[in-house]
């Protein structure tokens, strides 16, 4: 690398939430999560700090009991999706420190190798691969801002042992949602929520449903309840989510009792 070049890092998942990320760049924990993170060989903070949105679809994969009390993790389809973009917090950080992020990310692997020729690839295909094993393997590539790389990372191939986030995890989500891009409680809610699905072999799809399987998914949604404490957002009943496939939608349908206002 000529000189200290810098990437904005683009996050959808919890390091929407600042307080979150910083405990990736500074080192330590943050609450909800007993895993205490080395931080980043820099531990200067983001020179920026701006939302947007991805083309692309959010969902939620795999399992870890190493994290927020054991949950899925959130990815990003390789392909893009007109539909449902995914709201995205990016921090301008210099690409030593992203590297020590994916590192983290990937519970401490190997080092990513030819970084500037990877990067290249990504802008020319949309993602290139990042890692050869781990987690998060895709280096994805989503535009420039000033000149910079706006990257981003998920799993190389979009996954299909789908599965619920906690509701640590979702609570983090929800609290930089509500950072990043001012939504209240019930429009985080909204925007985790799947409209239409068919539940099939325990996992949604993003599809018509007949009016009386429609009236089924109503019913059994209502166990899930979202509620505005302390102005964050607060997931109950985690094992009533459905989450959503690959590249259709997004996560559980989840719908907010009266209660529920401006968060």
Same mark, same amino acid.
């Given at each position: 690398?000529?000189?200290?070049?810098?990437?904005?890092?683009?996050?959808?998942?919890?390091?929407?939430?600042?307080?979150?990320?910083?405990?990736?760049?500074?080192?330590?924990?943050?609450?909800?999560?007993?895993?205490?993170?080395?931080?980043?060989?820099?531990?200067?903070?983001?020179?920026?700090?701006?939302?947007?949105?991805?083309?692309?679809?959010?969902?939620?994969?795999?399992?870890?009991?190493?994290?927020?009390?054991?949950?899925?993790?959130?990815?990003?389809?390789?392909?893009?999706?007109?539909?449902?973009?995914?709201?995205?917090?990016?921090?301008?950080?210099?690409?030593?420190?992203?590297?020590?992020?994916?590192?983290?990310?990937?519970?401490?692997?190997? =080092? *990513?190798?030819?970084? %500037?020729?990877?990067? !290249?690839?990504?802008?020319?295909?949309?993602? $290139?691969?990042?890692? +050869?094993? /781990?987690?998060?393997?895709?280096?994805?590539?989503?535009?420039?801002?000033?000149?910079?790389?706006?990257?981003?990372?998920?799993?190389?191939?979009?996954?299909?042992?789908?599965?619920?986030?906690?509701?640590?995890?979702?609570?983090?989500?929800?609290?930089?949602?509500?950072?990043?891009?001012?939504?209240?409680?019930?429009?985080?809610?909204?925007?985790?929520?799947?409209?239409?699905?068919?539940?099939?072999?325990?996992?949604?799809?993003?599809?018509?449903?007949?009016?009386?399987?429609?009236?089924? =998914? *109503?019913?059994?949604? %209502?166990?899930?309840? !979202?509620?505005?404490?302390?102005?964050?957002? $607060?997931?109950?009943? +985690?094992? /009533?989510?459905?989450?959503?496939?690959?590249?259709?939608?997004?996560?559980?349908?989840?719908?907010?009792?009266?209660?529920?206002?401006?968060?």
């Amino acid at each position: 690398m000529g000189g200290v070049q810098h990437v904005w890092y683009v996050s959808y998942g919890s390091n929407l939430h600042r307080a979150r990320f910083l405990a990736y760049v500074q080192g330590g924990r943050v609450a909800g999560n007993a895993v205490v993170y080395e931080g980043c060989r820099d531990a200067s903070p983001p020179a920026g700090d701006i939302p947007l949105t991805l083309a692309h679809s959010l969902y939620f994969a795999g399992w870890s009991h190493r994290v927020w009390g054991g949950t899925s993790a959130a990815f990003v389809s390789l392909a893009g999706a007109e539909t449902s973009p995914v709201l995205a917090r990016a921090y301008l950080i210099t690409e030593e420190q992203f590297l020590d992020v994916v590192r983290q990310e990937n519970a401490n692997g190997g =080092a *990513v190798e030819d970084f %500037e020729r990877k990067v !290249a690839q990504a802008r020319q295909n949309g993602h $290139a691969p990042l890692l +050869p094993t /781990g987690t998060y393997t895709e280096l994805v590539f989503c535009g420039e801002r000033g000149g910079d790389p706006m990257l981003t990372f998920t799993a190389s191939r979009d996954r299909e042992d789908f599965g619920p986030p906690s509701e640590a995890y979702l609570r983090v989500i929800g609290t930089g949602l509500q950072e990043s891009h001012s939504l209240s409680a019930s429009e985080v809610v909204a925007y985790l929520r799947t409209d239409l699905a068919s539940e099939e072999h325990g996992r949604t799809r993003s599809c018509g449903t007949s009016s009386a399987r429609r009236s089924r =998914a *109503v019913q059994r949604r %209502e166990t899930t309840e !979202a509620t505005s404490i302390g102005g964050n957002v $607060a997931f109950t009943s +985690p094992c /009533g989510f459905r989450w959503g496939q690959a590249g259709r939608g997004r996560v559980a349908r989840v719908r907010p009792p009266p209660s529920v206002g401006a968060g």
